[in-house]
């Protein structure tokens, strides 16, 4: 696929398999501002039509090891329902839906729904969703924004509960193995 780049949170997620193979990844850093930032910084230098967002996930939905294209994001750490708002809906913000649909690439993968959030999730998310991450809604906006495809495929590492943390770590490199595979059916 031309046009395309190719964007990741961490270097951890990678373990260096694509540099080794000579592969361009963008690494956003952790959280939401750091992936807006990124994503619009990658878009402008590269002019890519379509960023590839690879990385990992927890889930108690999907089982670990497990490859999921992502659907829709959702947002689910915004809350402003003390004002009236619905928990995962930004107030005042009429241009963009709580809910971001992404146009499926991977027939052959299952389909989730995303919660993003400033957090590293080990408990049942605000919003119904599938799996948790803490970038892809912000990149799915800034996306959205600049009439850029997004295409992403989490790496199901945990079950964002009480071990998620030991289990991502543990997870990373057959994750990196996993999404490297997969990139290559892409290119």
Same mark, same amino acid.
């Given at each position: 696929?031309?046009?395309?780049?190719?964007?990741?949170?961490?270097?951890?997620?990678?373990?260096?398999?694509?540099?080794?193979?000579?592969?361009?990844?963008? *690494?956003?850093?952790?959280?939401?501002?750091?992936?807006?930032?990124?994503?619009?910084?990658?878009?402008? &230098?590269?002019?890519? &039509?379509? !960023?590839?967002?690879?990385?990992?996930?927890?889930?108690?939905?999907?089982?670990?090891?497990?490859?999921?294209?992502?659907?829709?994001?959702?947002?689910?750490?915004?809350?402003?329902?003390?004002?009236?708002? $619905?928990?995962?809906?930004?107030?005042?913000?009429?241009?963009?839906?709580?809910?971001?649909?992404?146009?499926?690439?991977?027939?052959?993968?299952? &389909?989730?729904?995303?919660?993003?959030?400033?957090?590293?999730?080990?408990?049942?998310?605000?919003?119904?969703?599938?799996?948790?991450?803490?970038?892809? *809604?912000?990149?799915?906006?800034?996306?959205?924004?600049?009439?850029?495809? !997004?295409?992403?495929?989490?790496?199901?590492?945990?079950?964002?509960?009480?071990?998620?943390?030991?289990?991502?770590? $543990?997870?990373?490199?057959?994750?990196?193995?996993? %999404? !490297?595979? %997969? *990139?290559?059916?892409?290119?």
């Amino acid at each position: 696929m031309s046009n395309l780049a190719l964007i990741m949170a961490l270097p951890n997620e990678s373990k260096g398999l694509f540099e080794a193979q000579g592969i361009n990844v963008h *690494y956003s850093g952790i959280g939401k501002v750091n992936a807006a930032f990124k994503a619009f910084e990658v878009i402008q &230098k590269t002019g890519c &039509k379509t !960023l590839l967002n690879l990385g990992t996930a927890g889930s108690s939905h999907f089982n670990a090891h497990d490859l999921i294209e992502v659907s829709q994001f959702v947002q689910r750490d915004m809350d402003v329902s003390p004002l009236g708002f $619905e928990v995962g809906v930004t107030p005042m913000d009429q241009d963009y839906p709580a809910a971001i649909e992404l146009e499926a690439f991977f027939e052959h993968l299952p &389909k989730g729904i995303c919660g993003t959030g400033d957090s590293f999730e080990t408990g049942s998310a605000k919003v119904p969703c599938h799996l948790v991450d803490m970038e892809g *809604y912000a990149l799915a906006k800034v996306c959205k924004k600049l009439g850029v495809r !997004l295409i992403s495929v989490k790496y199901i590492t945990d079950g964002a509960n009480e071990t998620a943390h030991l289990d991502w770590e $543990e997870n990373l490199l057959l994750g990196a193995k996993k %999404l !490297l595979d %997969l *990139y290559r059916m892409v290119k």
